[in-house]
C-alpha cells in the first residue's frame, strides 16, 4: 500500500531554515509528480511546492525564492528545504502524491516558526 512519512519539522526562529524529507513506499515512486502541501490553524491546506516526475518544479508565490523542492529518486524522498521562514510559513506540512483518482497522504509534520 501507499505510505508517505514525513519528518524534519520543528521549531525554528524567524529567518532559519529546515529540511523536511518524506519518505515513500508502496508505488513507483519516479513516475509520479511529488507535492508538499501545508496548513496552518484555521486555514485551508495550501500547495506549496510540486516536482514532476522529470524534475520541473512549481512553487506558491508565497514561498518562491525561499523554499526548494527535490527529489531522489534512487531514494525514493522528496525533500523541501525552506529557509528564510516567517511566522507564517508556520504550519503542518504534508507530502501529497496523487495516483490516478486518488490522493495519499503522510501523517504531517509541524514546523513552528517564533522567537
Known amino acids: 500500500q501507499v505510505q508517505l512519512v514525513e519528518s524534519g519539522g520543528g521549531l525554528v526562529q524567524p529567518g532559519g531554515s529546515l529540511r523536511l524529507s518524506c519518505a515513500a513506499s508502496g508505488f513507483t515512486f519516479s513516475n509520479y509528480a511529488m507535492n508538499w502541501y501545508r496548513q496552518a490553524p484555521g486555514k485551508e491546506r495550501e500547495l506549496a511546492a510540486t516536482i514532476s516526475n522529470t524534475g520541473a518544479r512549481n512553487y506558491a508565490d508565497s514561498v518562491k525564492g525561499r523554499f526548494t523542492i527535490s527529489r531522489d529518486n534512487t531514494r525514493n524522498t522528496v525533500f523541501l528545504q525552506m529557509n528564510s521562514l516567517r511566522p507564517e510559513d508556520a504550519a503542518v506540512y504534508y507530502c501529497?502524491?496523487?495516483?490516478?483518482?486518488?490522493?495519499?497522504w503522510g501523517q504531517g509534520t509541524q514546523v513552528t516558526v517564533s522567537s
Open positions: 501529497n502524491v496523487l495516483i490516478r483518482t486518488r490522493h495519499y
